[in-house]
């Protein structure tokens, strides 16, 4: 790669993140910066302080995203004189390195949009019974205070769980057959702590939209979440 090209990398990948999911978008911008190689293995990233100002995000936000790579193998992080914070070297393996079509990854992920949102907003349009407005807030119960190890199984329930209170048989079927192929793809990269923490924050916006009937407001905040989950995958799959 020439220096001229190289600037341009640089300038692709350290470029201000969205604000909703700042914390997804900066632990995924930063996996870019690595499996591009505008860091390499061993060598340092730019100080905390000039991340957040190339990110245009807080010093935390930069904090939280290193500690989650750091926890997960992809950074290293040093104290001292010549300290900082390097990328490992080596650095870890996905289980199916290279296997992902980009325009595979596109595809399931727009279809997903299309799907989750939709079912957001007919949920929210509809008037649940007692019973499915109960069942909805205990899934959102479930997710908020499972284990690592349920986590990603209960957070697929949820998912599900707007979709079939959407009240259109035919979208579940598409929406778990989607939801499947997400998930293999999520199931190559570990649970991130910090992004669960989000994750449950945007659960608890959805379902309070759609309960309370919404529609805008819990069509809005689907998609929101789903970006976040996307900046994870593009960023360590692409």
């Given at each position: ?156 329930l949820l998912h599900l769980a ?38 449950n924050a945007q659960h608890e ?34």
């Amino acid at each position: 790669m020439t220096e001229a090209s190289l600037r341009g990398v640089r300038r692709a990948v350290y470029r201000p993140v969205r604000e909703g999911n700042a914390l997804e978008d900066t632990v995924a911008r930063l996996v870019q910066t690595i499996r591009l190689g505008v860091v390499a293995p061993g060598e340092s990233l730019p100080p905390e302080r000039e991340l957040a100002a190339l990110y245009a995000v807080s010093r935390d936000t930069v904090r939280e995203a290193i500690r989650e790579l750091a926890d997960t193998g992809y950074l290293v992080r040093r104290r001292g004189r010549y300290g900082g914070t390097f990328v490992a070297d080596p650095l870890p393996q996905p289980p199916h390195p290279g296997e992902v079509d980009p325009a595979e990854l596109d595809d399931v992920l727009g279809l997903r949009r299309v799907l989750e949102a939709g079912a957001a907003r007919a949920a929210a349009s509809r008037t649940l019974d007692p019973a499915q407005r109960d069942e909805l807030w205990a899934r959102y119960e479930a997710v908020a205070e499972a284990s690592e190890p349920e986590y990603r199984r209960l957070d697929t329930l949820l998912h599900l769980a707007i979709t079939e209170v959407a009240g259109i048989p035919s979208l579940v079927a598409l929406a778990a057959e989607n939801r499947a192929q997400v998930n293999a793809w999520l199931d190559t990269f570990p649970l991130l702590p910090r992004n669960i923490e989000h994750s449950n924050a945007q659960h608890e916006q959805i379902v309070t939209a759609i309960l309370a009937g919404r529609a805008d407001a819990a069509e809005a905040a689907i998609l929101d979440h789903l970006a976040g989950s996307e900046a994870l995958l593009r960023g360590f799959l692409l």
